[in-house]
C-alpha cells in the first residue's frame, strides 16, 4: 500500500536553513519545520501536493537561521508555534541574535506550545516523538517517525557531519550523547532529513559520521 506521508526540503535565508514540509495527503494536513526565511516555496511546494491545512509549526531549536521566518509563517498559516523549553531563552533574544549578523527583527511570535522529550508531533494520521537532543543548543530536539521511517534532525545530525557545539548553550560532550543516542535507537534504514544541506540515512551516518572522531 502506498504511504501517503510526503516531504520536502526548502533551503531558505541567508544560513540557507532547511524549511522541511511534512505532510499527509490523505487528510491534506502538513506541519512545517524551522522556517529560516521567506517559506513561499515549502508554502507553493505544499498547496502543489494536495496539502492545504498546516497544523503546527515547529522548532527544531531557537537559533536565528531557523527561526527568522515565523513571522511570515504564522501570518500565512495561522498555526501554532512548537519550541522545545531549554531553548525558550534563545528564542525570545532572536533581535539580538538577528543583530549579530547585521539583520533587524522584530520580536517574534509567542510560541504557543512547549515541547518536551518524548512528547508527540501529529501528522495527519501519522505519529512522531519528540526526542530532546542537546549539545548544539539546550534546546535542540530531533522528530521520529517510526512509521514512515523519518527523522528530523535540526542542527544535530547533517549528511556526513554533526552540529556545531561552539555557540553560547553549546556542549560537546552532550552532542556526542544525543548523535549516538538517535543512530542507535533508529532504525539504520530511516531518512535523515536534516537542518542544512542533503538527505541521509541512519545507516549511512552510523558509518561516515565525524561524531566518532570527536
Do not use: W
Not at 67 to 86: C, D, F, M, R, Y
Not at 155 to 165: A, F, K, L, Q, R
Not at 175 to 196: F, M
Amino acid at each position: 500500500m502506498k504511504s501517503s506521508f510526503y516531504y520536502s526540503l526548502h533551503p531558505t535565508g541567508m544560513f540557507l536553513a532547511n524549511c522541511i514540509v511534512l505532510g499527509d495527503t490523505s487528510t491534506q494536513e502538513f506541519i512545517l519545520i524551522d522556517c529560516g526565511g521567506d517559506i513561499s516555496s515549502a508554502l507553493n511546494d505544499a498547496d502543489k501536493h494536495g496539502l492545504k491545512k498546516c497544523t503546527e509549526i515547529v522548532c527544531t531549536h531557537g537559533h536565528i537561521d531557523h527561526i527568522a521566518g515565523l513571522e511570515q509563517a504564522v501570518l500565512k498559516t495561522n498555526a501554532p508555534i512548537s519550541l522545545h523549553s531549554q531553548d525558550l531563552q534563545l528564542y525570545n533574544i532572536a533581535p539580538l541574535q538577528a543583530m549579530l549578523f547585521g539583520l533587524q527583527l522584530q520580536p517574534l511570535p509567542t510560541v504557543k506550545r512547549i515541547l518536551e522529550d518524548q512528547d508527540r508531533i501529529y501528522v495527519g494520521q501519522y505519529e512522531g516523538v519528540v526526542l530532546h537532543t542537546p549539545g548544539h543548543s539546550p534546546g535542540s530536539i530531533c522528530i521520529y517517525f517510526e512509521e514512515p521511517k523519518i527523522l528530523v534532525t535540526g542542527d544535530t545530525i547533517y549528511n556526513g557531519n554533526v552540529g556545531s557545539s561552539v555557540l553560547p548553550g553549546g556542549d560537546t560532550a552532550k552532542l556526542k550523547l544525543s548523535v549516538l543516542s538517535v543512530l542507535n535507537n533508529t532504525k539504520p534504514e530511516s531518512i535523515i532529513l536534516p537542518g542544512h544541506g542533503i538527505a541521509s540515512t541512519v545507516s549511512k551516518e552510523k558509518q561516515t559520521s565525524t561524531i566518532y572522531y570527536m
